[in-house]
């Protein structure tokens, strides 16, 4: 059941949030110290990543309706049994930057609004108050987090490793140890369970 829009989807670089939006009003700025010039400068709301909670102005538990009717239609996705994954692409090209939004409804109870539960992206253009972002090495990262590595999977010759926290956020990183997706998920989910929507042959390391 493509593109059911129990779902939502993610800003991405070429698709800005509306500026009267309500998180657009209240979501604080942060800082970030660039190495390069050790200066401190502040990330904009739409770019901020914040491990176990969002990505830019996308919150977890947000209601998934409220976001599609902010950001409009993903490009792609699927949806089966309260459950879906849809996947927006930068300038609608699914061979650029893509952002994909798990979201999920508790059916039969009395509140089965569906709700962002994870949030994946691979653009750079979203980043931690540290300076994390897709496209830092592995080791920089490990300057930040203390990683565990808890899964693999292929993509046609190539493999990437995941690697995640107790923080709600996972790296993905690929055969020459660069960051190449961020995924943000609720600190109390299990491993395994924080990405296993976005993959389709992913190999969990016991």
Same mark, same amino acid.
């Given at each position: 059941?493509?593109?059911?829009? *129990? $779902? ?13 939006? #309500? ?5 604080? @700025? ?9 200066? &401190?400068?502040? &990330? ?42 849809? %996947? /927006? *692409? ?34 750079? /253009? ?37 690697? $995640? $926290? ?8 690929? #055969?020459?140890?660069?960051? $190449?997706?961020?995924? %943000? ?9 924080? *990405?296993?929507? @976005?993959?389709?042959?992913?190999? %969990? %390391?016991?």
């Amino acid at each position: 059941m493509r593109y059911l829009l *129990y $779902t939502s989807a993610l800003l991405m670089m070429a698709c800005k949030p509306s500026s009267n939006s #309500s998180q657009a009003q209240n979501q604080p @700025f942060d800082s970030v110290k660039h190495a390069d010039t050790g200066s &401190v400068k502040p &990330v904009p709301a739409d770019r901020l990543i914040v491990p176990g909670k969002s990505v830019g102005r996308t919150v977890l538990n947000d209601n998934g309706a409220e976001v599609v009717k902010r950001l409009g239609r993903p490009d792609a996705g699927d949806a089966a049994m309260g459950k879906a994954v849809s %996947i /927006w *692409y930068a300038n609608h090209d699914s061979t650029a930057h893509q952002t994909m939004i798990y979201t999920a409804r508790q059916m039969g109870t009395s509140d089965e609004t569906a709700r962002v539960k994870q949030i994946r992206i691979t653009s750079p /253009w979203f980043t931690t108050a540290d300076s994390v972002h897709t496209g830092v090495p592995l080791q920089q990262i490990k300057q930040h987090y203390e990683l565990t590595k808890a899964a693999y999977y292929t993509k046609g010759n190539e493999r990437y490793a995941l690697y $995640t $926290t107790t923080r709600g956020i996972t790296f993905e990183i690929d #055969s020459n140890s660069n960051c $190449t997706a961020i995924i %943000i998920g609720e600190p109390k989910e299990k491993t395994g369970s924080l *990405y296993l929507p @976005f993959y389709e042959n992913l190999q %969990i %390391i016991k």
